[in-house]
């Protein structure tokens, strides 16, 4: 399945990888764990920073062994990772129906389809996240 899920954008101020630095405050919150923050740093890299404007689609189609080769995981290992995200309301996986991912953005760089993981659930989440790490201060 392919999907157009786009996203708000970040609130403003916000760069993508501060996302990062604000999971990273609310790990136990969130039960994530260090892997996990790993994987996100990872997909991170893969995207580009105006996938995480608002309207855009934010979505990464590397395989799943290429990820784990990326990181020097075992692809089980990957799937737990994006198992629990997705559990967590943190992505969103999508693909073909065989479970390949695939990806395509047109000449100005946006994507306009995409089957993989899709950092949606994450970006639109930012300002809420942003708020929970104002009560743990």
Not at 25 to 38: A, F, I
Not at 67 to 81: C, G, K, V
Not at 110 to 116: D, L
Request: hydrophobic share 40%; charged share 30%; proline share 3%.
């Amino acid at each position: 399945m392919s999907t157009t899920l786009t996203h708000s954008g970040l609130p403003a101020g916000v760069k993508p990888f501060e996302l990062l630095d604000i999971l990273a405050k609310l790990r136990t919150d969130l039960g994530l764990r260090d892997e996990d923050l790993t994987y996100l740093r990872s997909l991170f890299r893969l995207a580009r920073a105006e996938d995480f404007l608002p309207g855009r689609i934010c979505a990464v189609w590397e395989r799943v062994a290429g990820l784990a080769d990326r990181m020097n995981f075992q692809i089980r290992r990957i799937t737990r990772i994006e198992t629990r995200l997705e559990q967590r309301g943190l992505i969103l996986r999508t693909g073909a129906a065989n479970g390949r991912r695939f990806g395509r953005r047109c000449d100005d760089g946006r994507i306009v389809s995409a089957g993989g993981v899709n950092l949606a659930p994450l970006i639109d989440r930012a300002s809420e996240l942003l708020a929970r790490i104002g009560k743990h201060q």
